[in-house]
């Protein structure tokens, strides 16, 4: 998938239920869209892409022997959900996806447009050449379930049905937030970063939250930002994606990579060996965990010098362990097998999840000082959206016009991203706010800040706008993976928020803060 500020190129979006082949990356700046045609051509596939998950059992066998159900089913359900960042959405607090409802305060009505921001869905692992080279130089039989390192960080098939099941639940939920037919007028807005993962969720959650059914291809129209094919022009059912170019300053989405505050904490962390991530690797837990590892492994590794270690070589490293943990998560959410590198850590899994919730709570959560005010831009742009949707929907002369699919009122904007810009903006707008910070002191499994549920695969907060009587009387909602919540701005509120209060408890960084500034950015 191409865009050039030039020209338009297009491709068809096959339905998530699909195959499709993999798009490497993102190149210029362009912009999306989607229009409904009925094809069923797919994308182009090249070798290396082939591997479906039909293959998984030919690429990875079990790396000790077949495990019989019921040890597959005892590691399945100790790992499925503890797997940090790298959960599927589905398990990521092993409940099913059907939620309570809240009905709106008196004199208040339906939602009539909803805010996204959504981390997306699976992708194939960033190391997958480094897992290969672990079992490697284990001398244990697996390589990566989901193809070559060609695959590396794409978006896998579950990671589209994931965003497509999303949307389709939303839509569900708040139907005056989706028009049944998708067009310019219906005032819709998606953007993505250029990283082509979350731009194939974006067209996994349009296909779900619009009118698209399983025999829909829809054709992807890449062309310059703004600009619309002249052959599309006249299309009732086309919109864009909006899609930076890879080397823009994303303020709003990809805000941790233009901040040098948060590039140099990053680095500092890196460096601190007194910090809470490195002290828990060498704490007593992590030290047993890391000799079982080495005891399970079964077998000699080869030293620096070329000869056989015993199975409690200290070769076998933290950093080892950490990666086999890796290796179980993409075991899981790629191929569904847990009698790989799963069968090496279940027992200390626990362990691995909380390391890495260490980790992440002080590089992108409340741990980093700069979390908080990182995302400024982001949320200048949710609450700019709020207030355009407010006035359309005042300009909106009857019910029957907000209701109507080709009214102007602004219905929805859908933004997706990353882990890395979900985190600090839960943490901007307090959502941590009553969690002890985690320490390597010991392990907590009673914490509520745990990745596996707040920072899974395809993570989304959803904030709704529902109208009461005037844009003074507006309240939002929120949802964080699509349970209420209450932000702490709107504890004397409750789950309906008055928009205005909001605004009072983010005046700062909504008119006084300066990203720059703020991130000591060089002019």
């Not at 999303?166 to 807005?189: D, E, K, M, N, W």
């Amino acid at each position: 998938l191409r865009g050039r500020p030039g020209g338009g190129a297009h491709h068809r979006v096959a339905h998530p239920r699909r195959a499709q082949a993999q798009p490497r990356g993102m190149g210029g700046v362009a912009s999306v869209m989607i229009l409904c045609a009925a094809s069923t051509t797919a994308w182009a596939t090249t070798e290396a892409e082939r591997t479906t998950t039909d293959a998984v059992a030919e690429r990875a066998p079990v790396l000790r022997r077949e495990a019989s159900s019921e040890e597959k089913n005892t590691i399945m359900d100790a790992v499925r959900g503890r797997l940090a960042t790298k959960t599927a959405y589905a398990s990521a607090d092993g409940a099913a996806r059907v939620f309570s409802e809240t009905p709106p305060p008196a004199g208040c009505g339906e939602a009539t447009f909803v805010n996204v921001v959504a981390r997306h869905g699976t992708r194939h692992s960033s190391k997958i050449a480094r897992l290969d080279a672990l079992a490697a130089r284990l001398g244990l039989p697996w390589r990566y379930p989901g193809g070559d390192a060609s695959q590396a960080s794409l978006l896998t098939p579950r990671g589209r049905e994931e965003h497509y099941e999303l949307a389709r639940r939303l839509r569900a939920r708040y139907p005056l937030a989706f028009a049944s037919v998708v067009s310019p007028a219906s005032r819709t807005t998606i953007r993505a970063t250029s990283k082509s993962r979350a731009v194939q969720s974006a067209e996994a959650f349009a296909l779900g939250a619009f009118d698209y059914d399983d025999d829909d291809d829809p054709a992807l129209v890449v062309t310059a930002s703004g600009g619309v094919p002249a052959e599309n022009e006249g299309s009732t059912r086309a919109f864009r994606v909006e899609i930076p170019a890879a080397n823009d300053s994303d303020r709003q989405l990809r805000f941790f990579d233009h901040c040098a505050a948060h590039a140099a904490w990053e680095a500092a962390l890196e460096r601190n060996a007194t910090s809470e991530y490195a002290r828990y690797l060498a704490s007593d837990e992590f030290e047993a965990a890391l000799a079982a590892f080495r005891r399970r492994v079964g077998r000699g590794v080869p030293n620096e010098a070329g000869s056989s270690t015993t199975t409690e070589s200290s070769s076998v490293s933290a950093a080892d362990l950490l990666l086999a943990y890796e290796g179980c998560a993409y075991d899981v959410v790629v191929a569904d097998a847990d009698d790989r590198w799963c069968g090496l850590v279940a027992d200390h899994v626990a362990v691995l999840e909380y390391a890495k919730d260490l980790d992440e709570w002080y590089e992108n959560g409340p741990g980093n000082p700069v979390a908080r005010t990182m995302p400024v831009e982001l949320l200048r742009d949710l609450v700019a959206a709020f207030d355009d949707a407010v006035a359309s929907s005042l300009a909106a002369a009857t019910e029957d016009d907000v209701r109507a699919p080709n009214t102007t009122r602004r219905r929805s904007a859908l933004r997706f991203a990353h882990a890395e810009t979900l985190l600090p903006l839960a943490t901007m707008l307090g959502l941590f706010d009553a969690q002890p910070a985690p320490t390597a002191a010991r392990l907590d499994d009673a914490r509520r800040f745990r990745t596996s549920v707040v920072a899974p695969m395809a993570a989304n907060l959803v904030a709704t706008l529902h109208p009461c009587g005037g844009a003074s009387a507006s309240k939002v909602k929120v949802l964080y993976n699509e349970r209420e919540v209450v932000l702490p701005a709107c504890a004397a509120e409750g789950v309906y928020c008055d928009l205005a209060t909001l605004k009072r408890a983010f005046h700062d960084a909504l008119h006084v803060w300066d990203f720059d500034a703020l991130c000591g950015n060089a002019d």
